[in-house]
């Protein structure tokens, strides 16, 4: 099986690859895009996650892929398609993102998030698609509205994952229907 790829007007997401660490890691110590998803990363943390993001893709055909701007070639972040692991959606198919600081306001959320729908209306089998976010990340919300994805607030929650007093743990649900 070739790598992955999948091409909009300017980005290219596709596969992880090991000299992608550097742009990736970049992200995982801005406290800007940090600032609604959690602490900084260290450099082992976004090594790990990226390994974790190709197992994803291994085993389950799609994952957050990165996505590289066509102009320049950088790794400007990821966007795609995991399999929800917190217990409110767990196995659901869900939609996510993260970009580059420097790399907001320019639509590039948008278009990756517009071409991995498109994608998993053709590939997967999902009636609907997800995704969420802490209730405070409002860049990612309006990505989401942007797209067609509506909040249904009797799914919001608090994310397993954090502790109750972080300001984090509060989350909104959207969905989208895929397959009518």
Known sequence: MGEFKLETERLILRD???DD???FHR???DPEVMKTLGPLMTREQSADLITELQRRASRFG???WAVERKNDGRVVGFNGLV???AEQIAGELEIGWRLASDCWGKGYATEAALASVEWARQSCPDRYLISI???NNVGSRAVMERIG???VKERDFDHPALAEDD????HVLYEMELNR
């Open 133 to 135: 976010t802490s209730v």
């Open 83 to 85: 399999r929800g692991k």
């Open 62 to 64: 799609h994952t957050f």
């Open 149 to 151: 994805m509506r909040r």
């Open 16 to 18: 992880w690859r090991s």
């Open 21 to 23: 660490l550097d742009d």
């Open 27 to 29: 992200l995982g110590e």
């Open 167 to 170: 300001p984090l743990r509060p």
